[in-house]
């Protein structure tokens, strides 16, 4: 594509077909849809090249044949020497005879207007041959009408009065020159999903043993990998896959997954994360994911399809980009009549009309949302935070409440046995262990696997059924038919027990024992939380614990209202009700997180969180994230204020540009060059994100 007014022809021509959910994303190439079962691929892709598009395939990353002349860059530097000495008669003081001859200057802007042509021409014919008029059609009406204007005041003898080949020439050069500046600055938008794509293919070390079990190293490049291998990564080299240490210690520098610099030890069982490296050690693993199912390439998928999102933000450009060229068609027609009429004079009327043509800029409208957004996502892919949707980037600007899940969230999910009971004489400290660990290793709760580690037996109690019940405990039935539970006061139907503990087991509705865990509090959670009150951003602590634990982390962190002892029914009813209120964030992990991360206006799930909880959150922070909130909302809302100063550029632009050129201030060979630089200063503001502090 050569411009965000191509990504817009796309979608409306994929939209016609029947496909729905389409997001073409100009800066990345990227375009994804659902398709409605009818569509054929083959077809969708021969009619997007009907429109003057190239089609590549999944694992090409550029057309397979190359001729010259097929970038911007090329077909600038062939046509500035022509433009340049054309140009020359314009220098004060330098008078070139030879040069003022109409036939030298036919001769010298021909190969221009006919490169010109081969890219703006055909792709403005192919537009308006489908009925969706791209911007090149403005290129190609007023290249064309200095070259046949100049053409036929040569041919009829009076050339002193209709020369203005350097018009039609330095239009065509200059919007090259415009389209490679705008096509690199836009390729700088994704350096950090470039930067993410290129660990994905490297060489990895396969470990096979040969017909006498000898150990062998293979070089392959991790595409070829399969689950189940065996590989060997050294100190230094990059984790060519998602894979699980099978021997050896290391420590892993996940930064260009999690943007934390510090490195992670790791051994026997770890997971090491493809993209990683290596900075101590050397470990033997066992690959775990490959393609798409891999961390890598589901970070990757996220932001792509984020950046082909449209926040509601960028709607109003997108209608006004849809009928802005027949507008500025019909804007420069009423210019020529109207110079005319006034000057009565054709050929300024011409050139005002020519200049009203090639300044304006429907590209600026549609890049300056995908240029902000890619920056915005690029960038927090890179600092590990990642964001389902581009609505959410814009939601942030919003927040005014940010509810808090405590265990695993507000703190480390890491939980210690400090104390324990048996109340039934009949079993043993032993047998009582054994059944604690039977139960809790089904359960994916922080607690119950932090107990579960902690209790690891290598026997234990068999089960006919055993079930989680969310935000409650665990449920079980022996071979005998007995009925075991283990989980809250209230859901072991204790009435008799006495309170104050964690967590109680029952039989049959008798009591057995109890236990009491402690939980550490994360050691960025206070100053999380002070950040989100000094912007006056109200903080609600949400959690099925007990009301007396959670008022102590309450007053820890200082965090003011607590709402305890939840359901994750009730905790779903809250968290809509709040919505209800103001803009709402909720902060979670967990399985029994999942609704209300749902339901919240902005879901935000931890990496350490449940596959659930970060299907249904918007938003994810890696690597124990709570420290990257601020960060996270902060990118959210700068995101938000960059694609605000770029609409306000696109459209202030367009509006002072357009009446200018009409009343004959700007020259066609400016306008061009001015209409090239607009899109260049918005993709430039928002690659300011990069380093702009934003919290």
């Given at each position: ?8 022809t ?27 079962g ?21 694992d ?24 340049a000495?054309?140009m ?9 005879h ?8 036919l ?21 308006l ?30 050339p ?10 330095t ?9 490679y ?6 390729r ?41 291998d065996?590989?060997?990564?050294r ?11 099978l ?12 943007g ?35 961390v ?5 998928n996220?932001?792509?399809?984020a ?108 939980f210690k046995?400090?104390a ?11 047998e ?21 580690r ?14 989680e ?5 665990m ?45 550490e ?79 919240a206006t ?61 009343f ?32």
């Amino acid at each position: 594509m050569d411009c965000s007014n191509c990504a817009m022809t796309i979608t409306r021509y994929l939209e016609k077909q029947g496909v729905h959910n389409v997001k073409v994303n100009f800066a990345s190439g990227d375009v994804i849809f659902d398709t409605n079962g009818n569509a054929n691929a083959g077809q969708l892709a021969a009619g997007v090249e009907s429109l003057g598009y190239t089609v590549l395939q999944p694992d090409t990353a550029v057309p397979a044949r190359r001729f010259f002349l097929s970038t911007h860059l090329q077909r600038f530097v062939f046509c500035l020497p022509f433009t340049a000495v054309l140009m020359l008669h314009m220098i004060p003081g330098v008078h070139i005879h030879w040069l003022m001859d109409p036939f030298v200057q036919l001769a010298l802007t021909t190969p221009v207007y006919l490169v010109g042509m081969s890219f703006f021409g055909r792709s403005a014919w192919k537009s308006l041959r489908n009925g969706m008029p791209n911007m090149n059609v403005l290129i190609s009406l007023g290249a064309t009408a200095a070259f046949v204007y100049s053409l036929y005041g040569t041919l009829i003898g009076q050339p002193e009065n209709f020369m203005f080949y350097e018009t039609a020439a330095t239009i065509i050069t200059l919007v090259f020159l415009g389209n490679y500046l705008e096509e690199a600055s836009v390729r700088s938008t994704q350096k950090a999903l470039n930067a993410l794509v290129k660990s994905q293919k490297v060489m990895a070390n396969m470990i096979a043993y040969d017909d006498k079990f000898q150990e062998q190293i293979f070089p392959v490049e991790n595409t070829r990998l399969k689950v189940g291998d065996l590989i060997l990564v050294r100190a230094g080299e990059r984790v060519p896959i998602d894979s699980k240490v099978l021997w050896g210690e290391a420590e892993a520098d996940e930064a260009i997954i999690t943007g934390e610099s510090v490195p992670v030890a790791k051994a026997k069982k770890d997971k090491l994360i493809g993209g990683s490296i290596l900075v101590r050690g050397t470990v033997k693993a066992q690959v775990t994911a490959v393609g798409d199912d891999t961390v890598l390439a589901h970070i990757i998928n996220m932001v792509k399809q984020a950046q082909g999102e449209k926040p509601p933000v960028q709607q109003l450009a997108d209608r006004i980009s849809a009928v802005f060229v027949p507008v500025v068609i019909g804007l420069a027609a009423v210019t020529f009549l109207g110079s005319w009429f006034y000057l009565k004079e054709f050929t300024p009327a011409l050139m005002r009309s020519i200049a009203v043509l090639v300044i304006a800029c429907p590209c600026a409208m549609g890049l300056a949302t995908p240029a902000a957004i890619a920056v915005g996502l690029g960038r927090g892919a890179r600092r590990g935070i990642l964001f389902r949707n581009a609505a959410s980037l814009e939601s942030f600007r919003n927040i005014r409440q940010v509810v808090f899940d405590k265990t695993g969230t507000l703190t480390t999910g890491n939980f210690k046995v400090t104390a324990f009971g048996i109340t039934d004489p009949g079993i043993s400290e032993d047998e009582f262990r054994k059944i604690v660990y039977s139960l809790e290793k089904f359960s994916t709760h922080p607690i119950a696997s932090s107990i579960a580690r902690q209790w690891k037996s290598s026997s234990g109690k068999r089960w006919t059924s055993v079930q989680e019940v969310k935000g409650m405990g665990m449920l079980a039935l022996d071979e005998k038919g007995i009925e075991w539970r283990l989980g809250s006061i209230a859901f072991s139907a204790q009435e008799a027990a006495s309170g104050g503990h964690s967590i109680y087991l029952s039989r049959d509705g008798h009591p057995i024992g109890w236990l009491d865990v402690e939980d550490e509090i994360r050691s960025e959670a206070k100053m999380v939380v002070d950040y989100l009150r000094s912007r006056d951003i109200r903080v609600i602590l949400l959690s099925g614990d007990r009301a007396e634990k959670c008022r102590q982390i309450a007053e820890r962190l200082n965090i003011p209202e607590v709402i305890a002892e939840q359901t994750p029914e009730q905790k779903l009813q809250r968290i809509t009700e709040l919505t209800r209120e103001a803009p709402t964030a909720m902060v979670g992990d967990g399985i029994n997180d999942a609704p209300a991360l749902a339901k919240a206006t902005i879901g935000i799930s931890i990496n350490e969180a449940s596959q659930l909880a970060m299907q249904s959150a918007q938003v994810v922070l890696m690597n124990q994230g709570l420290r990257k909130l601020p960060e996270a909302l902060g990118l959210g809302r700068h995101t938000y204020i960059t694609i605000q100063q770029n609409l306000f550029w696109a459209f202030a632009y367009n509006v002072v540009a357009i009446p200018v050129a009409a009343f004959g201030y700007l020259t066609p060979t400016f306008g061009a060059l001015v209409m090239g630089l607009s899109d260049v200063v918005l993709a430039v503001n928002s690659v300011r994100l990069y380093v702009k502090k934003v919290w």
